[in-house]
């Protein structure tokens, strides 16, 4: 367990710069998807009663407070890895959650306004911003939010730190 948990704070951070677009684009949308919970009634407590969450208006505040905090943990490109996974987890759930009533046509969602209305093709066109929210949060995990990130900056500053006698004690 504690190989994973190095594994999650050592990120690589050598990855192109270009990796801050995927940031980007993955933060933003999850920091805006995060407020609108919060702004609007359908996207928050009243989409979660929908679906039959339990205790929907304490899960609708949990997952808007990830996606802000996560989206903001992504722009600024801190703690990359380890948000990454709850974010990951809560694209699995949303996907789970609203696309097999799709398929189904059993949705209590409002479907598609044209067609497809159901079955695999609504899916898979409802479903590109999940799917690309969880492949680019994906990448992240693996490779690191890159070269223009704080975790760059923060793992250059101590590597630049001087050896002292109590951090000689303390490895």
Request: charged share 15%.
């Amino acid at each position: 367990m504690r190989d994973f948990f190095a594994w999650l704070a050592d990120a690589p951070v050598d990855g192109p710069r270009s990796t801050l677009v995927l940031r980007v684009m993955a933060g933003g949308v999850f920091l805006w998807e995060g407020i609108l919970k919060f702004v609007y009634a359908n996207q928050g407590v009243g989409r979660f009663t929908k679906l039959g969450m339990p205790f929907p208006h304490m899960t609708a505040n949990f997952v808007g407070g990830v996606e802000i905090v996560g989206g903001l943990l992504l722009l600024a490109g801190l703690m990359t890895r380890a948000i990454a996974i709850p974010l990951m987890i809560e694209m699995v759930v949303a996907m789970l959650s609203t696309k097999i009533s799709l398929f189904l046509g059993t949705s209590p969602l409002p479907l598609p306004p044209s067609p497809p209305t159901i079955g695999i093709w609504a899916v898979l066109h409802e479903i590109r911003s999940e799917y690309a929210q969880l492949l680019t949060t994906g990448f992240l995990l693996m490779n690191g939010a890159g070269a223009w990130s704080l975790d760059a900056l923060f793992r250059k500053q101590r590597k630049q730190q001087p050896v002292t006698l109590a951090s000689q004690w303390a490895a």
